[in-house]
């Protein structure tokens, strides 16, 4: 009963990954929504860059764990 439960599990996620997007391509006319500047991942680079910039010398310069200041100095 194991056996025949894994099986059928294992064909199920072997036909999703196989399937991937092809079942619901992106029409030619929905390119126009998707291409807005609201719908990207990162709308505004420069915008993103500061706030890594930011997290990364905040993170560097924190110590071990538990330490309540920043890379400002401010504890």
Known sequence: MKLIL?????MGF????????VIFPVKPWERNLLAEKEMQ??????????EEH?????EAASGGQGVGGGGCGCN
Do not use: D, H, Q, R
């Open 41 to 50: 991942l990162v709308p505004n680079p420069i915008e993103m860059a500061l």
């Open 6 to 10: 894994l099986s059928a599990l294992l």
């Open 14 to 21: 072997a036909i999703g990954g196989l399937s991937g997007c």
């Open 54 to 58: 930011t997290y990364f010398s905040k």
